[in-house]
């Protein structure tokens, strides 16, 4: 539905001309978040693709410590996407996932509880898992001509995804994923990201952390999109990550300890 060329793509990106052209990777380049849904089922035949992409990611130590539920109940449905925060795309997209760190099987195949399961390390292990395997899950779904949502959302309230999804102790929500063909009206376009220099840096960390330029060019595209801010974007991100704007997921470090993980 999207399929700007590379050289479009990275315009809206970056807001300067790439010099360059690489098709291969220009639907990469094109993604964008999408809210809204057309009302269109998916097959089941490309579900089980789209599962099959993420178990391809690769995985740390060929763990696979991570899973996926694929919500299908609506009342489910509801009561998840009101512990994400009231968000809509959650009840209405036709697919989502709820991607999960999963150190419950490893446990259940090997029989005994191994002594580092409980560390940040193997937390820090499954989230990577979780997050790798999703965007493999991503890209397929983009591939196809999906638009896709991702929901942080689902560490509001972990304890009620525990209870909704019926969580064993060492499995923790990190994310859900809503899938599905974009409404006509989503108003999904390309958001601007930092110039490469503010995020790739040679040899030694960059010296030169600047944030104007991409305030100016964020500024202007929130603009565009009728969502303008008072509030530039850097410090805009200082608000939403101070305690208050974490919407309770300053406590999940308690929810984590109580599943028996990150305890140290
Ligand atoms: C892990 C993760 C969690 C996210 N959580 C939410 C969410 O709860 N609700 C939402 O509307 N968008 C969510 N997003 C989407 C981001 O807001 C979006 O990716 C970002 O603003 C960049 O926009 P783009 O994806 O259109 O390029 C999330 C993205 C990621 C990667």
Same mark, same amino acid.
């Given at each position: 539905m999207f399929g700007e060329t590379f050289e479009a793509?990275?315009?809206?990106?970056?807001?300067?001309?790439?010099?360059?052209? =690489?098709?291969?990777?220009?639907? =990469?380049?094109?993604?964008?978040s999408v809210r809204r849904f057309a009302d269109q089922p998916i097959p089941d035949s490309m579900v089980q693709g789209l599962v099959a992409a993420a178990q391809s990611a690769a995985t740390s130590s060929n763990l696979q410590s991570w899973s996926v539920v694929s919500v299908k109940d609506p009342t489910k449905r509801t009561a998840l996407a009101e512990a994400c925060g009231n968000q809509k795309q959650v009840q209405t997209?036709?697919?989502?996932?709820?991607? =999960?760190?999963?150190?419950?099987?490893?446990?259940?195949?090997?029989?005994?509880?191994?002594?580092?399961?409980?560390?940040?390390?193997?937390?820090?292990?499954?989230?990577?898992?979780?997050?790798?395997?999703?965007?493999?899950?991503?890209?397929?779904?983009?591939?196809l001509g999906f638009g896709i949502c991702y929901i942080g959302g689902l560490r509001n309230h972990p304890d009620t995804v525990k209870k909704l999804l019926r969580l064993p102790e060492r499995v923790a929500p990190v994310f859900? =994923?809503?899938?599905?063909?974009?409404?006509?009206?989503?108003?999904?376009?390309?958001?601007?990201?930092?110039?490469?220099?503010?995020?790739?840096?040679?040899?030694?960390?960059?010296?030169?952390?600047?944030?104007?330029?991409?305030?100016?060019?964020?500024?202007?595209f929130f603009g565009s999109q009728g969502m303008a801010t008072d509030l530039p974007w850097s410090q805009k991100n200082a608000s939403r990550t101070r305690d208050e704007g974490l919407s309770g997921r300053e406590k999940l470090l308690e929810f984590l300890n109580k599943q028996g993980l990150a305890k140290r």
């Open positions: 793509a990275w315009q809206k990106r970056f807001g300067s001309e790439a010099g360059f052209s =690489l098709d291969e990777i220009g639907s =990469l380049l094109a993604h964008r997209a036709p697919l989502f996932f709820a991607f =999960l760190a999963d150190l419950h099987r490893l446990a259940e195949y090997a029989g005994e509880v191994p002594t580092g399961l409980d560390t940040i390390e193997m937390y820090t292990v499954a989230v990577i898992d979780a997050a790798l395997a999703a965007e493999r899950m991503v890209c397929a779904a983009e591939a859900g =994923l809503c899938i599905g063909v974009p409404a006509e009206t989503a108003h999904a376009e390309i958001k601007p990201r930092l110039r490469q220099d503010q995020v790739w840096f040679e040899d030694v960390y960059g010296e030169s952390l600047d944030p104007n330029e991409y305030d100016s060019r964020a500024g202007e």
